[in-house]
């Protein structure tokens, strides 16, 4: 299995050299298919999802499609997707994203997709691979909760590690040193911290940093 785990998406040329190394050929003969379900209930300024979506389109893939597996029926999504070499999981709200990946279907038949295509992560689309999204801090969870009935702490588990996306970020206070030894310290795990200009490249739970900034492992 081939992972991207991203904090802000291709914002520099190493993670989009990294993301090159796992697809195994050139972006002109790469299809990628954005999904852009965790943004949906995400607050705020969208403008990150914009710089996000622009990243992509800058590396002249030969296609992308955007598929929101919250609005489309497995009939329509899967064969969208099925058509991807690089499946790219847009940030925003965790505990949005499980709850359709999980009611979609598509975490159920997401295994047997990675078999053949890369897995790409933008902060919650990266969180979303984590053994649980237990970490997540308490108000977010209890905003979702109150707002669409929604409390699992259930992940994907696709890796044996924890990501802290918007490492050290003014806007994001809880990505933090301390946090992230608390997390270490209570799961027995692996933990990363990675800022805006840092990503994980995993290949068959082979963990590789690449980062222009700052990454913390403990």
Not at 138 to 161: H, I, P, T, W
């Amino acid at each position: 299995m081939k992972l991207l785990l991203t904090s802000n998406g291709l914002s520099n040329q190493s993670i989009s050299n990294a993301l090159f190394e796992l697809t195994g050929k050139p972006a002109s003969e790469t299809v990628v298919v954005f999904i852009p379900t965790a943004m949906n209930a995400a607050r705020g300024s969208k403008d990150c999802f914009i710089n996000d979506l622009n990243n992509i389109k800058k590396q002249g893939f030969k296609f992308i499609d955007i598929v929101d597996v919250s609005a489309l029926p497995k009939k329509i999504w899967l064969p969208k997707i099925e058509d991807g070499d690089v499946l790219f999981f847009s940030g925003g709200n965790t505990y949005h994203l499980m709850y359709w990946l999980k009611k979609s279907g598509l975490s159920e038949v997401l295994p047997e997709l990675l078999k053949t295509r890369v897995y790409a992560g933008i902060s919650a689309g990266s969180i979303a691979t984590n053994p649980s999204i237990a970490y997540t801090s308490n108000g977010k969870m209890k905003y979702y909760e109150d707002q669409f009935g929604y409390k699992s702490e259930e992940a994907l588990n696709l890796v044996d590690f924890y990501v802290y996306p918007h490492f050290n970020s003014p806007k994001h206070l809880d990505s933090n040193e301390e946090n992230l030894r608390k997390t270490a310290n209570e799961t027995k795990k692996n933990v990363y911290g990675l800022d805006d200009e840092s990503a994980l490249k995993v290949v068959d739970g082979a963990v590789t940093v690449i980062s222009e900034g700052n990454c913390l492992k403990l």
